[in-house]
């Protein structure tokens, strides 16, 4: 049984727990007890399609869930000085722990009008731009910036593609390789494909236990190798996009644990060590010297994926 | 000044030459073949095609290289040292049927992997050169693709060399999963370098550039070259035309297109791309009495 | 880390009281004077006016304000210092009625141009500030508003100190012909440099912003605010819909329609400038245990 | 009678003179002897309004004759990298006397069809984009930069407002001010507003002796001081918008001759003028270091209109 399957169950027991008279004392334990069973076996036997789900959950926490709570003073900042303003890119500046950083966010609504307005998360070629452009300001004041993933990917739209989101793209990946202050980037929910790696070229990269970071969507890997769409819970399987699968082979470097259930369960818990680790990492770095940042950011990535013979 | 520029057109002259002999003797080729060209289905005599760069002479195509006959159009000849040759992936071909494929696809195009990268001269210049062939696993970008390229730009950052990168690829090598995806990031973050170091980087795409790829050193040149007619652009356009729900022009995500919109420099034919080439470097030589 | 937030807020609540004490004291007021809001031409007395900020309670319009009514509005109390202050052309004012019309206006508005330049503490902090006074031949930006600009620049790099400029203007000072033009080259040329000197400038846009000082200083801030509605542009409203011989969307080169383009980064309210404004310097003051 | 009405007047007296029978020798020596009389007049007593008539005048060369004639193998690139390809301004690559320059051009059209795609040489945003595009690849590569400026200013639409025009022109003033190579000008016909001063920010500003230089167009000015457009020509001699005027001011540095008549009656001879003129300047710019090379520029425009009094 998935997750799925596991929490459509508890809610239908939940619901005929309720449904029954005050006096069926031992049912209502039965019950209680059978929500129990189901929801230790589900939540702690969890495989890469459950992760998935949870990363895509209803109730998981947005970008400005965790803005709210980690920053003090955050002020958002607009634009790309360009073409536009990209509802789904927020950035601004805050105050962390009294450090100034730069905040850049994929951000996701929370209902279908916040939807609209930020694209469901999925970025323009304005929204690369805004975070390119405040980056460079970041840099200029030798302002740390921290990185909110959370995106199924780039927008497969008629305008994304005339205004150049590969190219967007592809400056962003080169300027943050370079850029001359520290980087931070939290893969919060679900990074999908260059969308997500964008926002990725970091000197740490942190990720939620239950977020996913993919080349491409499950469905989108089943549809291309497989040719069926319905074949994406095989896909996340074989994919190995969880947190401890990354980290295993060296793509991020902390997973944030989640409590049972996922991060929309106590949102607190996840603040708590994500606040910590942050602090903790935002110290460290802030510590190096530019050059040795520098280098150390580069050999990071140039480190991904060596298994090669032959030369 | 003007001794300058006779001798510059004397050996501008003697490349020409050379290589329009070099043309003419057709390479390992049976007579008599004929191929389709692959836009108005013509059939055309295989030694006429080769002898015509391989754009068909009834509709103008630019059909699909190899990337040792692009290495045999643009260098001087017999100046290409390849680098790398037979770098290939010694573990995460887990995914089902992958190794299998990679192992039909070497012996069915004789490279080891979807680049070829190395040093040659062009016009007497040297530079880095990497080349794309979209006949093995159709370009897609792996770790050895990104590895490659990255070893070919981290030499020309420490030679001082202007770099040439000929993109084809239909995206990531899905196979490879999340280590397909960061290719993408390090082959920028050693462009950057090169960029920091002031060198040239010229970037030519061709048919079709598309995926990570683009999304990465393919829209990273000083310079950005297109072939024409080609494809470049992120996302597939089926699934932006089921995105948008409406129909595209059908010009969207040709390089004529993509020029419009301010992302390529210039559409060079492949009769030109080799003088274009050796201009630009010359241009961007490195002079003496200069900083 | 605690510490720090307390004394911060208690600073903020005594400047906040510090305000509205200043504002409470009507200063050269006559009695019992009324102004209609150029908005919703409804009379507000000028008294409630003032101690609104000059912003309409019908409308929430925000109404012009003389360059020393925004300082008073702006700045700690008694801390602005003001440069140049009799700064005046001394050649050039040989256009037919200039040289009359500048001798009126500042007899009427009490400045010698349509700049105010100093320095100021905002929240503790110190600052060079420009503010323009649109009273003054409607804010154009002639030699002495682009000296006057550019020394403030200058004084602001010398002393690795953050800037801010209210901008509100309808132009280049036509009188003064090209030497009005070239001080949008000379305004810009000085904020490189505070810019390469890693100095924050704000630029803050106020009715109305427009023509010469639109496309120079007032859209090269590292943080660019700008009032609600207030009208931002470069070329007019009736040229534009002359050439495009359509209509104009009603809110088209409002601060909202600019703001959704991509060109500022943020609204601010009246009400709220001081506290934004000191929130950003806060968040830009230089840190000793850093770097 | 000014230039437009002497023009007018020979062109009618050539019509008549190529009326006359052959055997009329006198009367066709004094049509003759008019038309050179006319002819020196007008051409040697010009006032600010001729100027415009000639910076204006539709056989006046345009950017693309000077890019043909001074540069060898002339490459021209394409697009501003964000939203499109302005045909106003032609930028690209190019030898002069073996120099390797990056060549910024204000492009009018020679044909209708070609001023549609030109915009009548009214630049979008797009096209200072593609100007600071390339004028940071000069800077890159120690390329020196030659402008040829030839617009009557900004273009006053719809879509150039949405996507910036002021930021555009705003930060070619401050990057230009600020760029690691040398700059040179060319005011070769129209130089109007912001537009031409976005091209203007040089170190050696160069100007055609009939070319026109101005904050505004005449008409422009008259509509806004006098509420008259009609008025053009009175404001021409108010606006000093003459190469002349400009020298005398301090704005540009060197006027170029123009043949009796303007350029258009003798171009060679204003491009033998116009290369010797730029490789003397180029060659002496790129002697200079990069430190006094800026603070040489940074001073220029710092002179600028300083007649003031009572600090
Ligand atoms: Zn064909
Ligand atoms: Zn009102």
Redesign the pocket.
Known sequence: MGLRESEAKIASLEASLASLESEDILQKEAIVKQIEEIRQTAYTHMDAWDSVYLARHPKRPKASDYIARLFDDFMELHGDRFYGDDGACQGGLASFHGIPVTVLAQSKGKTLEENMKRNFGMLQPEGYRKALRLAKQAEKFHRPIITLVDTSGAYPGKGAEERGQAEAIAQCLQVFADLKTPVIAVVLSEGGSGGALAFSVADQIMMLEHAIYSVLSPEGFASILWKDEKRAAEAAKVMELRAQDLKRKGVIDTIIKEPLGGAHHDLDYVIAQLDEELLKQLERLMKKKEKTLLSERYEKFRRMGQSYEGM | MEQLFKTRKMRLDLFKSRRSSDQKQPIDVPENLFRS??????S?PFEDLMHNLYV??????H?KLTAHERIRQIVDEGSFVEMDKRMTLLEGRTFPGYEEKLERLQKKTGLYEAVVTGTAKLGGIKCALAIMDSNFFMGSMGQIVGEKITRCIEYATKKKLPLIIFCTSGGARMQEGILSLVQMAKTSAALAKHHEAGLLYISYLTHPTTGGVSASFAMLGDIILAEPKCLIGFAGKRVIASTVNEELPADFQTAEFVLEKGFIDRIVERKDSRNVLIQLLRLHERRVSWD
């Open positions: 060209c692959s836009e108005c289905k013509e055309i068909c002479p009834h509709c103008g195509a059909l």
